[in-house]
RNA sequence: GCCCCGAUAGUUCAGUGGAUAGAACGAGGCCCUCCUAAGGCUUAGACGCAGGUUCGAUUCCUGCUCGGGGCACCA
């Protein structure tokens, strides 16, 4: 919503050399200054005049419309009193008209984005670090979606790892486990082929005939991956993650245009067979400057492909799928290997995602080990977070039935969980601790759906609220100026979290919306506002809030309940 | 050792080349005959260190210190 436009117009009319995206509009830092600040430096550069000189100018010179009520200088800024009430009747009229989309700037119109994001292991159950993955994927998904964006989710299976051989020789018969037990013996097999070499050997063997085709190994690797496939995506569906399509790994041996890279890399002399038989990228040929991560091996000496190999053929058939933007989430640990790929590919003429990279996720007590036993389970941090809910619930909504209490608790559970991950810039390191994980006070997703409820319960009371807009509509405190402002600034929120694709900022918003909204709520009553045209006004001030945080939250995968 | 990220209140996080750097948790003191106290009010509390660029730097650049990640035969 370009809500100072009409002002910076009248300036740039008035004043020669000016341009309206010159002039900076920001909130002055005492209410009493005024509604709004204006910023002269950039203009007062391209004028070549002293800022303070132009900002009076600005004053003396120009003549805005009925909707600026007084100008004020001081020093380089110009402060405008408003006419408060032409102000929120035209930004509550355009959320109300916008609905779902209001924030939304169109910037996708058109444009098919290809993302893949989580693509875990199949040999392990989602933990809150791998999940931070999946949930800025899923929330950068439905952002650009929001954003008018055709998006399709990719989910990598890695079905061909030696970690799935050791599997399908350990479970002879898969379909008789759940994905716990497989997950056991996966451990167990683990520690087994660290004991017998010749158990470890077979498992490479297995890989061997799965590159060789051999179908009937081919059955036993994907009838195992997809039981685990299956148990993860049962704990990603209850954060709300989905995913469109899923590619095998093991699609991806054989491709025709491997070989268009291998000739490329030839010809730049970028390719050898090293003395132990293995084929390697030399990545110094290709302009790599370190010694860090100058060699890429794609082949072993038995003529087997090492994972990197097929993920070059996975990347080449991903970008040839005509996508106008190609995205990938990886955490921070996958840079040095993702630049080896851009950097192989590229030799060949290939581009590659564009990676939105997150930092780990650990404990008081260091990295979460698989082995010492201290990673903190998804699904084990959803059980604890509805358990915490459904206490709370319990408590406050007896007079609803147990289906309606049960969805208010998964619903405040996954706010929780996935708010109190999203609002963190993903590169910043997190230390989880399960209390501040959990919690449904202060700076969390609950207590933004808590307004929601608020918002709710108050127009359940207040009853029929008009649908449009109506001619007055009165402000009257500083708190309901500060809440039309507060949403009046979403869609620049959005745009900017497209720009970065990160979704922290909307979280922040969020949170800001939701405090904005609970000062105006403690300070003006809406059901008993003095008159009918207040009540009114602030009621569909309520609905517009009420949209804008539902919208906020819908981009975090997050519900807006009525009651809570 | 080299490369990439980070460093803001006791703690966990926001934020910005420009007017007085925001929250929350924790600590102290208050507020439910008042639209949901999962709330509010109130007190105390912060830009790692040293240079540089700039009219102006917490923000940009360099160095240092500290923390996280990475560094060919795993996936």
Redesign the pocket.
């Known amino acids: 919503m370009d809500l100072f436009k009409s002002i910076a117009a009248s300036i740039a009319d008035a004043i020669p050399g000016i341009e309206p995206a010159d002039l900076a509009f920001?909130p002055?830092?005492?209410p009493e200054?005024?509604d709004v600040?204006l910023?002269t430096?950039?203009a007062a550069?391209k004028l070549g005049c002293p800022?303070p000189q132009l900002a009076a100018r600005i004053a003396r010179e120009v003549g805005f419309g009925p909707e600026v009520l007084e100008t004020g200088v001081?020093?380089?800024?110009v402060?405008f009193k408003l006419n408060r009430e032409v102000y929120a009747r035209r930004i509550v009229a355009s959320v109300l008209e916008a609905g779902d989309a209001f924030g939304a700037n169109a910037s996708g119109a058109g444009q098919r984005v290809l993302i893949e994001h989580t693509s875990i292991?199949p040999n392990a159950s989602p933990h809150v670090g791998r999940a931070r993955n999946a949930m800025i994927g899923d929330a950068v998904v439905r952002l650009l979606r929001f954003e008018g964006y055709d998006v399709e989710v990719h989910y990598y299976v890695?079905d061909?790892?030696?970690?799935i051989g050791l599997l399908v020789l350990e479970c002879p018969d898969p379909e008789q486990l759940s994905f716990d037990q497989i997950l056991d013996i996966y451990v167990k097999a683990n520690q087994r082929a660290e004991a017998e070499p010749e158990f470890a050997a077979r498992g490479y063997e297995l890989?061997v005939k799965m590159e060789e085709k051999d179908p009937e190994t081919v059955e036993k690797f994907h009838r195992i991956t997809d039981l685990c496939l299956r148990g993860q995506l049962a704990v990603l569906e209850r954060i709300g993650a989905s995913y469109d399509v899923f590619d095998r790994?093991s699609d991806y041996l054989r491709d025709a245009r491997l070989e268009q890279v291998l000739a490329a890399l030839r010809e730049k002399d970028a390719v050898f067979t090293?003395e132990?038989d293995?084929v390697?990228v030399d990545l110094a040929k290709l302009g790599h400057e370190?010694?860090?991560?100058?060699?890429?091996?794609l082949m072993?000496?038995n003529g087997s492909s090492?994972?990197?190999c097929r993920d070059l053929s996975y990347t080449i058939h991903k970008m040839s799928l005509g996508a106008d933007l190609n995205l990938i989430v990886l955490?921070?640990?996958?840079?040095?290997?993702a630049e080896q790929v851009a950097l192989i590919l590229g030799a060949a003429g290939f581009a590659t995602p564009e990676p939105i990279y997150y930092?780990?996720i650990?404990l008081k007590e260091?990295?979460m080990s698989t082995r010492k036993g201290t990673v903190v389970l998804l699904s084990d941090f959803l059980d604890e977070a509805e358990s915490r809910?459904a206490e709370?619930?319990e408590e406050?909504?007896q007079d609803l039935s147990p289906d309606e209490r049960r969805e208010?608790v998964k619903q405040?559970a996954i706010a929780a969980v996935r708010f109190a991950i999203l609002?963190?810039?993903p590169?910043?390191?997190?230390?989880f601790?399960w209390e501040?994980a959990l919690?449904?006070?202060?700076?969390?997703g609950?207590?933004v759906q808590?307004s929601c409820?608020?918002i709710?319960?108050?127009l359940r009371?207040?009853g029929d609220c008009p649908e449009t807009v109506g001619d007055t509509f009165p402000v009257e405190t500083a708190a309901e100026w500060a809440l039309l402002m507060q949403l009046a600034s979403f869609a620049g929120v959005v745009a900017g979290a497209v720009a970065q694709r990160n979704c922290?900022?909307i979280a922040?918003y969020a949170?800001d919306t939701a405090?904005t909204f609970?000062?105006?709520?403690?300070?003006?009553?809406?059901?008993?506002a003095p008159t009918r045209e207040q009540q009114v006004a602030r009621a569909q001030l309520c609905r517009a809030t009420r949209q804008t945080l539902q919208n906020a939250l819908g981009l975090l995968g997050i519900a807006a309940?009525?009651?809570?």
């Not at 001081?74 to 800024?77: H, K, S």
């Not at 955490?331 to 290997?337: A, C, Q, R, S, T």
């Not at 590169?427 to 230390?431: D, G, H, M």
């Open positions: 920001a002055p830092p005492r200054m005024g600040a910023r430096f950039d550069r800022p001081a020093g380089p800024y402060n292991n890695n061909m790892g030696r970690q890989l790994e090293d132990d293995r390697v370190r010694d860090e991560g100058r060699y890429f091996v072993r000496a090492m994972y990197g955490g921070e640990d996958h840079k040095l290997y930092a780990y650990t260091g990295k809910a709370k619930v406050q909504c208010i405040v609002r963190v810039n590169n910043k390191n997190v230390v601790e501040s919690s449904f006070t202060g700076d969390t609950p207590y808590y409820a608020r709710a319960s108050i009371k207040f922290a900022p922040q949170l405090r609970t000062t105006f709520y403690h300070e003006c009553p809406v059901i008993a309940p009525e009651r809570m």
